[in-house]
T-cell receptor
Framework: GAGVSQTPSNKVTEKGKYVELRCDPI?????LYWYRQSLGQGPEFLIY????????DSGLPNDRFFAVRPEGSVSTLKIQRTERGDSAVYLC?????????????FGPGTRLTVL | KQEVTQIPAALSVPEGENLVLNCSFT??????LQWFRQDPGKGLTSLLL?????REQTSGRLNASLDKSSGRSTLYIAASQPGDSATYLC??????????????FGKGTHLIIQP
């Protein structure tokens, strides 16, 4: 596709359930990032992939959060035992390479609501 | 740890005025600085990216400057229009590891242009 796409656009779940959020990066982009944006805040970094491997997962808040990118393209962010505090917009971005100077392009986000 | 601050948090001006949004960051060792626009309920649209070796970038009515040594950037919007109403986010890409491979964002400036 022409840009970064994310599915679903909205997800409503109940406390304690498991959710998966999907990100399709721009074709050919080797680096992929996940961010979380709470209401009234700027996005916060969660995890960064170079190819298939997680190069930096220091932003994941706890072990309920996990992300994979098995073939170096599509990535899935997985959240176990969801809590109301996980409600936020989850943003994905990709860049052509992983140099510090490469531009990150953002998807439209998935709005997660935990009831 | 890199911190980004944006001032003011909110701004309301009449149509046609020129305006300046401010961004400051605590660690001057950055690769680049990026300004984004975010409309309500939407993802991020990149406006301008300034590499650490550059002083400014221009796109149409927008001009962004970077003073890396003092940890400051400004976004200048000329001849503002109601369609410019949005939240403007500043973000920096710092060094490696510890979440610095992702972007560090400010909380944004909520801009309203009155018709």
């Amino acid at each position: 596709g022409a840009g970064v796409s994310q599915t679903p656009s909205n997800k409503v779940t109940e406390k304690g359930k498991y959710v998966e959020l999907r990100c399709d990066p721009i074709s050919g982009h080797t680096a992929l990032y996940w961010y979380r944006q709470s209401l009234g805040q700027g996005p916060e970094f969660l995890i960064y992939f170079q190819g298939t491997g997680a190069a930096d997962d220091s932003g994941l808040p706890n072990d309920r959060f996990f992300a994979v990118r098995p073939e170096g393209s599509v990535s899935t962010l997985k959240i176990q035992r969801t809590e109301r505090g996980d409600s936020a917009v989850y943003l994905c971005a990709s860049s052509k390479g992983w140099r510090g100077t490469d531009t990150q392009y953002f998807g439209p986000g998935t709005r997660l609501t935990v009831l | 740890k890199q911190e980004v601050t944006q001032i003011p948090a909110a701004l309301s001006v009449p149509e046609g005025e020129n305006l300046v949004l401010n961004c400051s960051f605590t660690d001057s060792a950055i690769y680049n600085l990026q300004w984004f626009r975010q409309d309500p309920g939407k993802g991020l649209t990149s406006l301008l990216l300034i590499q650490s070796s550059q002083r400014e970038q221009t796109s149409g009515r927008l001009n962004a400057s970077l003073d890396k040594s003092s940890g400051r950037s400004t976004l200048y919007i000329a001849a503002s229009q109601p369609g410019d109403s949005a939240t403007y986010l500043c973000a920096v890409r710092s060094g490696s590891g510890g979440g610095a491979d992702g972007l560090t964002f400010g909380k944004g400036t909520h801009l309203i242009i009155q018709p």
